[in-house]
């Protein structure tokens, strides 16, 4: 299989990933902050490791302002209930994932708070000219992708954060497609909160995601009850990350988590992204080239390794169908829970069919897709 849905969740994960993973599973996985043994020891030890890389990677002063969550997605709700209240206006932008769009909208429908959907700019980002237009006085807060799902451009979160800074609104960066593949320093960006998954470009297992809120932002658990800590208390731990840390963690997959950034950081995160890039930009040439064929990705200088298309009068997902069944090629066609950006993109009705691409993806897989692109549109053009 040429696995081309690394958007999705990343395949394969390196084999230090597994190996080392599996080998705690066997020997010393036990539940971490519960016991005093030397197993529940050595777990708390592995969720300690992984806490303290992710400050390292993302350059979190405090690791302790880092919680796990299960994925991004309850990551990115907890950073946007615990910090709107009634009356307050938010920017976030048409290109954002549901997991964003879904949670504001619900607010939305409970509290009175006003959202703003930025259009990006034609290369597809949203820079800090679209943020500083359209700051009210009850602007609360700014969440926006650092690369966005659809087309892989990415924003210049550096910027944005310097406006967020100047007029004191907090910044609520999704890093579900960038994290692992492009620098992201908290402090230099001024990112108040930033939420990752860790089964993405972090290489983890399913199951892992995080969030970091500063001093500046709040969190509010989502679950209460045992933490480990604090046991004579009959009320939830006030203090991060017990706060949201309820029951038992995901403790093999914080272990993958933390043996996925140590292999990210013996390969180089510069290297891995520019190598996804190169290879987004050959796929995207090469596509650009066959007739019939429309490319949603622009030619950006900097991609995160995504690449999406549609060959015309066909659907996506049959397309994604074929190359999955005739050409063992994994793609994700549809929607990519991100219906506001394909509505800008005048392609809600067909979707659009996205290859996106890890660090193990190479030309030679490029060039059997592309191969594989053409047969498709030929034989659709012979109706057979
Ligand atoms: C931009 C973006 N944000 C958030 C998410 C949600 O991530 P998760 O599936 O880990 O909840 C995704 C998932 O694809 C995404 O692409």
Redo the contacts with the bound molecule.
Sequence with gaps: MIYFDN??TTFPKPEEVTANTFSFLKTSCANPGRSAHKMSIESSRQVFECRFEIANMFNINDPTDIAFTK????A?NIGIFSNLEENDHVITSVL??N??IRALEHIKSEKNIEITYLNPDEDMTITDHHIENNIKPNTKMVVL?HA??LVGTFYDIEKIGQITKKYNILFMV?A??SAGKKNIDVQKMNIDILCA?G??SLYGFTGT?FIYANEQAKVKPVLYGGTGSFSDDIYQPEIMPDKLETGTLNVVGIKSLLEGIRWINSVGIDIIGAKENALAKYIIRKLIEIEGVTVYTPLNDELAGIVSFNIDGLDSSFVAGVLDLKYDIAVRGGLH?NPLGHRYLGTLESGFIRASLSYFNNMNEADKFISAVKSIKSSSDLNI
């Design positions: 958007s999705a994925n991004c997605s309850e990115l954002e994932h997991s964003i992708g966005n799902n999704d579900a497609q998954p089964h993405k995601g829970c």
